[in-house]
């Protein structure tokens, strides 16, 4: 089992920027990628950003690129997102997801190991 927690999620202003962690803990397995996605009231869980753990690949969609940055820190088994420029758009439940890397890795169903979601609302 992987367990994820995230934090870091809040109320800015449309401009603002916000940083996201997500701290990891248990099994660990090879050619890991763990990922953002978000969830918007009546919308479906969408791809952010993804990172693979051990060449540090970096995915995002269309929507963030140049405004999010993903990154990790091996030593403390945690990943960021780092959020610029922020939209009323991008209000969401953030979650953090974890699994072995895959080619389908803007998909929900690729990753197994999720964590609790953290609220972000950006105000006009």
């Known amino acids: 089992q992987v367990q994820l927690v995230e934090s870091g999620g809040g109320l800015v202003q449309a401009g603002g920027s916000l940083r996201l962690s997500c701290a990891a803990s248990g099994r660990t397995f090879s050619n890991i990628a763990m990922a953002w996605f978000r969830q918007a009231p009546g919308k479906e869980r969408e791809f952010v950003a993804a990172?693979?753990?051990?060449?540090?690949?970096?995915f995002y969609t269309d929507s963030v690129k140049g405004r999010f940055t993903i990154s990790k820190d091996g030593a403390k088994y945690t990943v960021y997102l780092q959020m610029n420029s922020l939209k009323p758009g991008d209000t969401a439940v953030y979650y953090c997801?974890?699994?072995?890397?895959?080619?389908?890795?803007?998909?929900?169903?690729?990753?197994?190991?999720w964590g609790q979601g953290t609220q972000v609302t950006v105000s006009s």
């Open positions: 990172i693979t753990w051990s060449a540090g690949s970096t």
């Open positions: 997801a974890a699994d072995s890397f895959r080619a389908s890795y803007y998909r929900t169903g690729t990753y197994n190991y």
